[in-house]
C-alpha cells in the first residue's frame, strides 16, 4: 500500500495555472492507477482526473480542457497540471491510489486549493 503526499495547492487568481503533486512512498508503484479527487464542506467527494497504469488519462467532464494528469512511475510522482481556474475550481484535492493486484487503496492527506480574486 502507497502513502501518499500531496503539494502545491495554494491561492490563485480566476485564469491562472497551478500544478499540483503527489508524492508516493513504497513499492510498486507503477501497478497502481493513480486519481485526483476533490472536495468542498458539504458536498461529497467527486473524482477530478485519473491515469491508468498505461498512462492512459480520463477527466471529469468539468475540467476537461483545462487540466492534465501525469505520472512519473521512476520518480513515484503524479501530477495535476490545472489551467483556467475557476472559482469552482476552489476545494481540497486529494491524491488517489488503486493497486490492481492488491485493490488496495490509499489517500493523501488532501492539499487546499483556493481561486479567488
Known amino acids: 500500500q502507497l502513502q501518499l503526499v500531496e503539494s502545491g495547492g495554494g491561492l490563485v487568481q480566476p485564469g491562472e495555472p497551478l500544478t499540483l503533486s503527489c508524492a508516493a512512498a513504497g513499492r510498486n508503484f507503477e501497478r497502481n492507477v493513480m486519481r485526483w479527487y476533490r472536495q468542498v464542506p458539504g458536498k461529497q467527494r467527486e473524482l477530478v482526473a485519473s491515469?491508468?497504469?498505461?498512462?492512459?488519462?480520463n477527466y471529469a467532464n468539468f475540467v476537461k480542457g483545462r487540466f492534465t494528469i501525469s505520472r512519473d512511475n521512476a520518480l513515484k510522482l503524479v501530477y495535476l497540471q490545472m489551467n483556467g481556474l475557476k472559482s469552482e475550481d476552489t476545494a481540497v484535492y486529494y491524491c488517489?491510489?488503486?493497486?490492481?493486484?492488491?485493490?488496495?487503496?490509499?489517500w493523501g492527506q488532501g492539499t487546499q486549493v483556493t481561486v479567488s480574486s
Open positions: 488517489n491510489s488503486l493497486d490492481l493486484a492488491t485493490m488496495s487503496i490509499s
Open positions: 491515469v491508468s497504469t498505461g498512462e492512459e488519462t
